[in-house]
């Protein structure tokens, strides 16, 4: 299988966690900010779950550096993002299941998202990542979270490097 040299980009507490119990997530500083985006600007594409999309609402671009904003890819199984969420504008790619109705998918098409179909119940991140490759020129990935898909990428191999950031505190106390 062809697939984008991936590397998984986190920043993690003392204690080793990316969220609080209550799901938050802003760990970093300026400069752990500043980075991020200086690693998406080396990427062909961004890619993060559902549930990030939801919660932290990335925008998924370049601001805090020069550089050129890559692919924003989103992976929702079940279509629990909505279409309006930040990481989702004309150009972006939702990676999601087989079988949605053209209603359901309509309302990320007239957005102009892209959609992926890839598995059945859950989605198959082997064909995702090949999709991103073959058919969108994707050669290099960044995967930015949540841990569920940092889990699912480095459970099937998908993964060739993770960076990652620590914090100054622990997550009681975030």
């Known amino acids: 299988m062809a697939r984008p040299y991936t590397f998984i980009f ?3 507490t003392l204690d080793g ?13 300026r400069e752990d900010f500043e980075l991020q985006h200086r690693y998406r600007a080396s990427a062909g594409a961004v890619m993060v779950g559902s549930r990030t999309a939801v919660v932290d609402k990335p925008r998924l671009n370049v ?3 020069p550089g050129r904003s890559p692919l924003r ?3 929702d199984s079940r279509l629990r993002v909505p279409p309006e ?14 079988g949605h ?10 957005r102009g998202v892209r959609i992926v179909e890839a598995g059945r119940g859950r989605v198959d991140l082997d064909r995702a990542v090949e999709v991103l490759r073959e058919e ?3 050669r ?3 995967v930015e979270g949540g841990g569920g898909l940092n889990c699912a990428m480095l459970e099937k191999g998908l993964v060739d490097e993770v960076r990652v950031t620590i914090a100054p505190s622990c997550s009681a106390g975030v």
Do not use: D, F, H, N
Request: glycine share 8%.
């Open 17 to 29: 966690r990316i969220a609080s119990v209550t799901g938050y997530s802003l760990l970093s500083c």
């Open 63 to 65: 601001r805090l550096v």
């Open 101 to 110: 109705s053209s209603e359901r998918l309509r309302p990320y098409l007239e």
């Open 140 to 142: 290099v990935l960044m």
């Open 85 to 98: 969420v930040a990481g989702l504008r004309r150009g972006s790619v939702l990676i999601t299941t087989e």
């Open 136 to 138: 969108l020129g994707v």
């Open 10 to 12: 986190s920043t993690a």
């Open 73 to 75: 890819v989103i992976v």
